[in-house]
């Protein structure tokens, strides 16, 4: 074989490959990682036994999630807020306790990203006057958020009836809530937390029919049990929502996500839930926003599972 033929041969492979691979060239690209705009959170509950215990208390969170984890944002729990008197009208708000917060947060270099409310009514009742009660409850509960910089507070839509009533209930109360929130440009969500709330067809009905720009979902990779109790303590679930589903119908009103784990198999995986499939969903659709770490699990130590959960997260972020 001559030089030049040689030559004309390898251009003629050369040519051919390439013209080959060009219809399935972006096939191999879109298969590669996509660069994430996911950024870690630390949800509060995720050291719940430590803080019901007393060994922490809520002002030293922001230090903990910086010093012992190196997470720069937390999602706190009103529930470990104490007896702290809410009191936004009075002159010294700034000397008391959520002034003495939101100083720990500043000198840890740590984000307030949102408060997950609990405990203050049901806002998904038919009865208008309890349901309006519990409105008004939650409204301290944004203003602490704005205080603390906050973007967003989470609330359940708990409460007893058909689901027909209740979305109706529901979506009364958040254009309520959205509407105080939109004048401290404050986000209103909605977590799924058990009942038809665990129901992601059910939540983007209410979403779409509420329609505020501030007001939407949480998603939760753990919480689509239906029937209470869901999650740890209930496997397998007697009437589980479809979580890759759920995630799906959830994921267009969603203003964050949060990162369930139970107990870690020995690869670090959870065996409950599909954590590739979800993550796979939350990347595809190309959110943006913090994956706050919500660790519930019992075999390791609220440390370990918080490490464990944020190294999982890693892996496909």
């Known amino acids: 074989m001559t030089k030049n033929s040689s030559i004309n041969r390898r251009s003629f492979i050369k040519n051919t490959l390439f013209g080959a691979s060009a219809f399935t ?17 630390l949800a509060q509950w995720s050291l719940h036994r430590s803080l019901e215990a007393g060994k922490i208390d809520n002002l030293q969170f922001p230090g903990i999630a910086r010093d012992r984890f190196g997470i720069d944002a937390v999602e706190y729990v009103n529930q470990f807020f104490g007896n702290a008197k809410l009191d936004f009208k009075a002159a010294a708000v700034s000397k008391d306790y959520l002034g003495q917060l939101l100083g720990r947060s500043k000198d840890a270099g740590v984000y307030n990203h949102l408060i997950m409310v609990d405990n203050e009514g049901s806002l998904a009742i038919p009865k208008e006057d309890e349901r309006l009660k ?14 603390l910089g906050c973007a967003t507070v989470r609330v359940n839509l708990h409460g007893e009836g058909n689901a027909d009533d209740k979305r109706k209930a529901s979506v009364d109360s958040l254009a309520r809530l959205g509407e105080y929130a939109n004048t401290a440009k404050i986000n ?47 496997d397998p679930c007697s009437n589980m929502y479809d979580r890759v589903q759920g995630l799906k119908e959830m994921l267009p009103f969603a203003k964050g996500v949060s990162a369930k784990t139970y107990d870690f198999d020995a690869n670090g995986g959870q065996p409950k839930i599909d954590y590739p499939a979800l993550m796979s969903v939350l990347k595809s659709a190309g959110f943006s926003g913090y994956i706050g770490i919500e660790y519930e699990g019992y075999n390791n130590n609220e440390d370990e599972g918080i490490k464990k959960t944020k190294a999982l997260l890693q892996k496909y972020i």
């Open 134 to 147: 519990a409105v008004e409850n939650h409204k301290k509960w944004i203003d602490a958020a704005a205080f």
């Open 188 to 234: 209103v969500v909605v977590e799924n937390h058990g009942g038809d709330s665990s129901d992601g067809k059910w939540i983007s009905v209410v979403m779409k029919e509420v329609n505020k720009a501030n007001v939407g979902t949480l998603p939760d990779f753990g919480n689509f049990c239906i029937t209470h109790p869901w999650g740890q303590t209930q």
């Open 25 to 41: 060239l972006p096939t191999i690209l879109e298969s590669f990682a996509k660069p994430s705009n996911l950024k870690i959170s």
